[in-house]
């Protein structure tokens, strides 16, 4: 008896299940600014933001101060333009022109050549270039600064060739020699790391926003009140105010994996299974974010505002721009936290590395902890008469 009750309740719950499920994808389909975040949104930023946010720098401006004008500062002029990454600004004599040109954002950085570059060179086999670098963005320094660096010791060693041909012999029969092989980006395309991680990002955003603004919106229009009262168990209502848009979330995903393959001919390394099961555990964990995020929220802006919070510290502390290796100890521990920091991670594992189930134990552990916690945490919240 106890059997057959226990079935009954079952295909109960999955009748209540199946109707709460059509009248949430009605109320979807009728919004299509939903409809717009869910499908168009994924597409549009996997195709503008890898384009956008690149690793290379260009045209980087320079002011150059010659005041050699030799043949061998002319030479080391002409390899800096010759790069591709740096577009002369300012030629002169005069280092508060330069200076002046960097004040006003007409330069980025500074090379300055001294008198007497090339006697020097050519005499004592040693000079000094100044390089000034503007570093309000650090970032653009930084990259900005290694390549010229890169450049200036590559005409130095043009220059020594030239001077003392033996020493390019030396190389060439020197008993050691570096080749450099890049496992896993053997071009160093940045777009490799940066767009599996960017899939990952929108699926927070789209798992973790529209389910925060559910059932705040049932709370503004007021029926909320109603289901309250009704016969439906809290268990069924929350899953079927979930099931909808984990559904949802993997056909944006399956969208955007489509637009990262065929698009960006990025070749899917590993099983395709595992990253759709990780996926769909992750998404567990960002709609029970949602969930506890709509409970606590009383209006459609307060939850927006909430989950705004929480997304720019996901996305900055994630890995995705940044290394984690680099942060400080207080930001790792929030960094490792962060449930975005392994479906980064994660995704690009899978899909780049041929990474199988061993390599993502950990994060498949995590996210489901942190999973359990949210979920539970929103269920034990959420108060409902029946």
Do not use: C
């Amino acid at each position: 008896m106890k059997m057959l009750l226990t079935w009954y309740q079952i295909k109960k719950m999955f009748r209540t299940l199946s109707i709460l499920i059509r009248k949430e994808f009605l109320q979807i389909f009728r919004n299509r600014a939903i409809l717009a975040i869910i499908f168009v949104m994924p597409v549009m930023q996997l195709l503008v933001l890898p384009l956008a946010a690149s690793y290379e720098i260009k045209d980087v401006k320079i002011a150059v101060v010659d005041h050699d004008k030799s043949t061998y500062s002319r030479e080391l002029i002409r390899k800096v333009t010759a790069s591709g990454y740096f577009k002369i600004a300012e030629y002169g004599e005069n280092y508060k022109t330069a200076y002046s040109a960097i004040e006003s954002e007409k330069a980025d950085l500074i090379l300055e050549i001294p008198n007497n570059f090339e006697k020097n060179l050519v005499l004592e086999n040693k000079e000094k270039v100044l390089v000034a670098i503007n570093a309000i963005n650090g970032t653009k320094a930084g990259l900005s600064g290694s390549y010229l660096a890169q450049i200036l010791q590559d005409f130095n060693q043009q220059i020594q060739v030239k001077m003392m041909p033996q020493t390019e012999t030396a190389k060439k029969t020197s008993g050691l020699e570096i080749v450099p092989k890049l496992r896993f980006n053997e071009q160093y395309n940045y777009r490799l790391s940066l767009v599996p991680g960017i899939l990952a990002f929108l699926v927070t955003l789209i798992g973790g926003y529209l389910t925060a603004l559910n059932i705040v919106e049932e709370k503004e229009i007021g029926t909320i009140e109603q289901i309250n009262v009704s016969p439906i168990k809290k268990r069924d209502f929350i899953l079927g105010k979930l099931i909808p848009f984990w559904i949802l979330a993997m056909l944006a995903f399956t969208l955007g994996l489509a637009v990262t393959v065929f698009i960006y001919n990025i070749e899917m390394q590993g099983s395709i299974l595992l990253l759709y099961t990780f996926i769909g555990v992750y998404l567990i964990t960002l709609l029970g974010m949602g969930l506890l995020v709509s409970v606590y929220s009383e209006t459609q802006q307060q939850s927006m505002f909430v989950m705004f919070f929480f997304m720019m510290i996901f996305i900055l502390m994630s890995g995705l721009f940044t290394p984690i290796e680099s942060m400080n100890e207080w930001a790792k521990i929030i960094a490792y936290a962060n449930p975005v920091t392994y479906g980064v991670d994660a995704v690009r594992l899978i899909m780049l590395k041929n990474s199988g189930f061993r390599d993502v134990a950990l994060h498949f552990s995590v996210i489901s902890f942190m999973g359990f916690i949210m979920i539970t945490w929103a269920v034990l919240r959420y108060r409902k008469i029946n």
